[in-house]
C-alpha cells in the first residue's frame, strides 16, 4: 500500500478538509482524507487513507514512534494517548474521524523545552516503574489522563458507590491498579508503576 | 483491510441519506469493536458513516423523571453522570465493570448495545460460524466453550452478548430509541437483541438503516436499591463469566417488585421474569430468594465446558439480591 504525499502545511481554502479525490485516474469515491490533528501542540495537515489508525499516523507519518503498537486490539494500551485532553487507544481510532482534535503524545508531555520531564515520566525513572520499556508510553499518558479523571471526580469499579458527584476522588492504590487495568506491563513492573503514580498525586 | 469511503454526518437525516447512499455502509461511533472487527476481516464495509459528531451526546433528566441519555454519549460520562450514580445506580457500576479507562472514553452508549459477541471462533474468518457466514455451522458448539451460552442457545449458535451495560438497562425496564428512514419508534432494551435460533447473524431487530438515537431510563426504576456484580476470569478489564443486575424494592417487609437480568449466560441479556414473579410479595429470606432464582435457572442448559455458570450464576444472584433486600 503506498500512502499518498501528506503536507505539514496549514490547511488552505484551496485545499478544503474531507473526501480527497486525489489525481486523475482514483475511484470516484474517494478512499483517502485531508485532515489536521493538532500534534503536541501544532496544527498537521495531511491526506490520509482512510483506513490508517491515527497509532500508524502519529509513527509512520509524523515520526512519533513514543506510542508503541503493542496488540494492534485495544487489549494492551501500550497505544494510548490524550485525545482532546481524554486518554484513549490510539490503535482503534481511525484518524480520518480526528480530523480536527488535540491529540497529545509521550512526546509531549515534557515541558517544551524538553529539559524539564512531566512529574510522572521522573517519578517513574526513580521508581523504576519498568523494565523493558515498551508499554511506559502508554502507562504514563495513561495515568496522566486517569489522574485527571479522578479529580474531575469520575468513579472506578473500585469507587465507594456512595462517593459524591463530580468531588474528586482519592486514588489509593486499588483505585490507580484497576484504573491502569487497560494498560498490559510484560515484565510485571506494576508495583513500581503504582508506586511511581502515588508519588506524582502526594 | 478493504479500502472504504468516510463520510461525517452534521445531522441524522444526513446520516440515514448516507447510509442509503453507500451500498456495504455502516455506522461509525467510537469504532473501538468495528475497527477491531475491520482488522480481523469479519466486517468490511465499503463506507463508514461517522456519527460520532451528531448533537446526540446529551444526558438529560426529562420532567416526568425519566432519563434520555443520547446514544453518542460515551460510557465513562454515564458512568459519572450525577443522576446515573444517585438515581440508577447499577448503570454506572455496570459500564465502570466493563472495558478499560480507555475504552469507555471512546465508546458510545448505542455502540455498546451494537458491540458483537467475542466468541473467538466468530472472530476467526477461518473457522465456520453461523453469526459471520449463515449456514457455514458452529465451531464452538465442538470447540471450547467454557465462555458461551448456558439459556436460550441454539444449534446454530452458542454466542453470549458481551456487554455489560445491556444487562442492567434490560433490568431497569430502559427503552431505545431508533431513527430510521421509516420515522421513529422505541423498544424495550430487554428485548433489543434477539435469541439466535436459526437466524444468529441477526444479533438485534435494528433494521437496516436505523440509528440508535437514545437509551431512556424509566421514573419507575429510579432511587431504588440496585446494583451490578460481575464474575471474570481477572478482577479488571475482563468480560463476563457470569454477571448480575439487579434492583428490589421491599416494602413492610415483603418484596413490592424486583427485576433481575443475567449476563453472559445468553445471545442477551437474560431477564429472569420467573425468578421476580416468584419474589413477589414474599419475605425476601435467603431461602426464598434462593428458591425463586432456581425457578429461573432451572430452564439453563449448559454445555460440555460451562456448567459452571450455572452455579457461579445462581451464587451471584442471590448474594445480589438479598443484599438488596436487606436492612439499608
Not at chain 2, 427503552?175 to 434477539?194: C, D, K, Q, Y
Not at chain 2, 432464582?293 to 460451562?306: F, K, M, Q, T, Y
Request: charged share 20%.
Amino acid at each position: 500500500m503506498t500512502l499518498l504525499p501528506g503536507t505539514d502545511a496549514p490547511r488552505t481554502p484551496q485545499e478544503p478538509h474531507g473526501p480527497h479525490t486525489g489525481a486523475a485516474g482514483e475511484p470516484a469515491e474517494a478512499t483517502h482524507s485531508r485532515i489536521t490533528l493538532n500534534v503536541n501542540g501544532t496544527p498537521r495537515t495531511l491526506v490520509v487513507d482512510n483506513r490508517s489508525s491515527l497509532l500508524d499516523v502519529l509513527r509512520e507519518r509524523l515520526g512519533l514512534i513514543g506510542a508503541k503498537k503493542g496488540c494492534d486490539h485495544g487489549q494492551c494500551g501500550s497505544c494510548t494517548v490524550l485525545v482532546e485532553g481524554r486518554r484513549a487507544n490510539a490503535c482503534l481510532l481511525p484518524a480520518v474521524a480526528q480530523d480536527g482534535y488535540d491529540i497529545t503524545t509521550v512526546e509531549g508531555l515534557a515541558a517544551a523545552d524538553g529539559e524539564r520531564l512531566h512529574p510522572l515520566q521522573r517519578a517513574f525513572l526513580d521508581r523504576d516503574g519498568f523494565q523493558c520499556g515498551y508499554c511506559t508510553p502508554g502507562q504514563l499518558c495513561s495515568a496522566v489522563g486517569m489522574i485527571a479523571e479522578a479529580e474531575a471526580g469520575h468513579p472506578s469499579d473500585a469507587t465507594d458507590p456512595g462517593h459524591p458527584a463530580k468531588t474528586p476522588v482519592a486514588l489509593t492504590a486499588a483505585e490507580i491498579r484497576t484504573r491502569l487495568s487497560g494498560n498490559i506491563c510484560r515484565c510485571g513492573a506494576y508495583p513500581n508503576i503504582v508506586a511511581a503514580v502515588e508519588d506524582v498525586i502526594e | 483491510m478493504k479500502p472504504y469511503a468516510y463520510v461525517r454526518a452534521a445531522t441524522l437525516d444526513e446520516a440515514t441519506a448516507a447510509y442509503a447512499g453507500h451500498s456495504g455502509a455502516h455506522y461509525l461511533g467510537g469504532g473501538t469493536n468495528l475497527v477491531d472487527l475491520m482488522k480481523l476481516g469479519v466486517t468490511a464495509p465499503d463506507a463508514l458513516v461517522d456519527i460520532s459528531r451528531l448533537p446526540l451526546d446529551g444526558i438529560e433528566l426529562r420532567p416526568d423523571g425519566a432519563l434520555r441519555i443520547g446514544a453518542t454519549a460515551r460510557n465513562s460520562d454515564i458512568a459519572a453522570h450525577p443522576v446515573v450514580r444517585d438515581r440508577w445506580p447499577v448503570l454506572s457500576q455496570a459500564l465502570l465493570a466493563g472495558a478499560s479507562g480507555q475504552l469507555r472514553n471512546i465508546a458510545t452508549a448505542g455502540g455498546n448495545l451494537l458491540q458483537r459477541t467475542r466468541c473467538p471462533f466468530f472472530q476467526d474468518t477461518a473457522k465456520p460460524c453461523n453469526k459471520r457466514r449463515p449456514g457455514s455451522g458452529c465451531a464452538a458448539r465442538e470447540g471450547s466453550h467454557r465462555d458461551h451460552a448456558v439459556l436460550g442457545h441454539s444449534p446454530h449458535c452458542i454466542a453470549t452478548h458481551p456487554s455489560d451495560m445491556a444487562v442492567a438497562l434490560a433490568a431497569l425496564d430502559a427503552t431505545v430509541e431508533l431513527h430510521g428512514t421509516g420515522g421513529e419508534r422505541s423498544v424495550p432494551a430487554a428485548e433489543f437483541h434477539r435469541l439466535p435460533g436459526d437466524r444468529p447473524e441477526q444479533d438485534t431487530v435494528l433494521r437496516p438503516g436505523e440509528l440508535i438515537t437514545a437509551i431512556v431510563l424509566p421514573p419507575h426504576s429510579a432511587g431504588l436499591p440496585s446494583a451490578y456484580r460481575k464474575a471474570r476470569d481477572r478482577a479488571s478489564y475482563a468480560f463476563a463469566l457470569a454477571s448480575v443486575a439487579a434492583l428490589v424494592e421491599v416494602q413492610d417487609g415483603l418484596v413490592r417488585r424486583s427485576a433481575l437480568a443475567f449476563g453472559a449466560l445468553a445471545h442477551r441479556p437474560w431477564r429472569a421474569h420467573r425468578a421476580e414473579e416468584a419474589l413477589r410479595g414474599v419475605e425476601p429470606t435467603r431461602a426464598a430468594v434462593e428458591r425463586a432464582v432456581d425457578a429461573e435457572l432451572a430452564s439453563a442448559e449448559p454445555l460440555r465446558d460451562n456448567a459452571y455458570k450455572v452455579p457461579l450464576a445462581r451464587n451471584l444472584a442471590c448474594e445480589v439480591l438479598t443484599r438488596l433486600a436487606g436492612p439499608r
